[in-house]
């Protein structure tokens, strides 16, 4: 065997590991996604529970529990990557409700995820068509470093953004 045939086999395996984590990561994101959905499903169901139950709100504030797991900008992820293509802040809205994310904790819904939606472009999270007015994100393929510019951020925005140079 020469240097170069095994040169060429380590990178071939290298290569093929890479590709395997990739996919690999990008399924665990999907299965997360689907988790998403059911848990915001469930909080509905606690919510709905909880209303029929009583109408008293004070005994739900005074309960302890956590109105909520998923937050929006995390439920705004889960249904645009689902959905797999550019949405506006109206289809956004739409999927979550069709998933059961709870969007009557907000004063004005729509408002909120324009919001957000806006937040996560000047994030560099997604990227917009002027025309359309939809989002969509800028990075397709969820990868574990190769394709994620800055691994070592504290947030998802921070990941997805190229380090600030010191």
């Known amino acids: 065997m020469t240097i170069e045939h095994i040169e060429h086999s380590a990178e071939k395996d290298l290569q093929n590991a890479l590709n395997k984590t990739r996919s690999e990561l990008n399924h665990a994101v999907g299965q997360r996604d689907l988790w998403n959905i059911r848990i915001m499903q469930l909080e509905q ?49 739409l999927a979550l409700v069709a998933t059961g994310f709870d969007l009557a904790r907000f ?14 472009f000047k994030a560099g999270e997604l990227g917009t068509d002027e025309k359309t007015k939809a989002y969509s994100f800028k990075v397709k393929d969820v990868t574990f470093y190769g394709g994620v510019p800055n691994p070592m951020g504290r947030t998802l925005g921070e990941m997805l953004k190229e380090p600030k140079k010191k």
């Open 45 to 93: 169901n606690l919510k709905n529970i909880r209303s029929a139950l009583t109408k008293d709100r004070l005994m739900t504030a005074r309960s302890g529990e956590a109105d909520s797991v998923i937050g929006l900008t995390e439920a705004i992820r889960t249904v645009m990557r689902s959905w797999g293509k550019p949405m506006t802040a109206r289809e956004v809205r």
């Open 107 to 120: 004063r004005n819904a729509s408002a909120a995820i324009a919001n957000t939606l806006i937040r996560m």
